[in-house]
């Protein structure tokens, strides 16, 4: 999926220098690069640092992108690369794991995915906190590719782009992610006493 013409534009002017298009394209990209701050950096205030990392970083290199269509896969392998760069400077200062570790997806995961697809994670409670947390023990391939399909919205390509993979192999990872947690919270009713699924279906529908 190719940016909007909006960001596409703002993209090609801040590889040509345009100072102006980069504070618009820091400011549209702002919620996702916290995010994914959060999600590798676990104190608050360390997590923001590592997103101004981030923004220095995407600032200092955004003219070496040669394709505007790869921005957004691109930015999210600057942003890992930046947050993980600062866990390990943590971890050596403070000579532990403390400061670093995935967030806790319950504070860093939105209510609701897509709106209008019958998929999306839209379930209310405790129940979202489940899933929230069985998210979060996923293996990081399916981690990864199930939050950035319904979280950053991106498409197959573009998750294959960021994390380096064919689309095949990410949709392989969402598939299994999905069966995963549908696995867990069908063998989690069945403790609780809860009715089956009807045969075949998962407890999204899927």
Request: hydrophobic residues 40%; glycine residues 4%.
């Amino acid at each position: 999926m190719a940016p909007d013409p909006r960001t596409r534009d703002l993209v090609v002017r801040a590889i040509d220098g345009d100072a102006r298009a980069f504070e618009s394209l820091c400011e549209l990209f702002a919620k996702s690069i916290l995010f994914e701050a959060h999600r590798y950096v676990r104190n608050p205030s360390d997590a923001d640092d590592a997103a101004q990392e981030a923004v220095i970083a995407m600032h200092a290199s955004i003219r070496n992108l040669r394709d505007p269509d790869a921005f957004r896969p691109w930015l999210y392998r600057l942003v890992k690369y930046c947050c993980l760069k600062h866990v390990h400077r943590l971890r050596s200062q403070k000579g532990g794991d403390e400061a670093a570790d995935i967030d806790d997806y319950a504070e860093s995961l939105p209510d609701e995915a897509r709106d209008g697809n019958p998929q999306e994670l839209l379930l209310e409670g405790e129940r979202v906190e489940i899933v929230r947390r069985l998210v979060e023990q996923l293996c990081e391939k399916q981690r990864e590719a199930l939050i950035l399909y319904y979280y950053e919205n991106m498409s197959y390509r573009e998750i294959a782009s960021a994390l380096r993979c064919t689309t095949s192999t990410v949709s392989t990872n969402i598939m299994k992610a999905k069966r995963n947690i549908a696995r867990r919270l069908a063998a989690m009713d069945a403790e609780e006493g809860v009715g089956e699924e009807p045969a075949g279906r998962s407890a999204f529908g899927w």
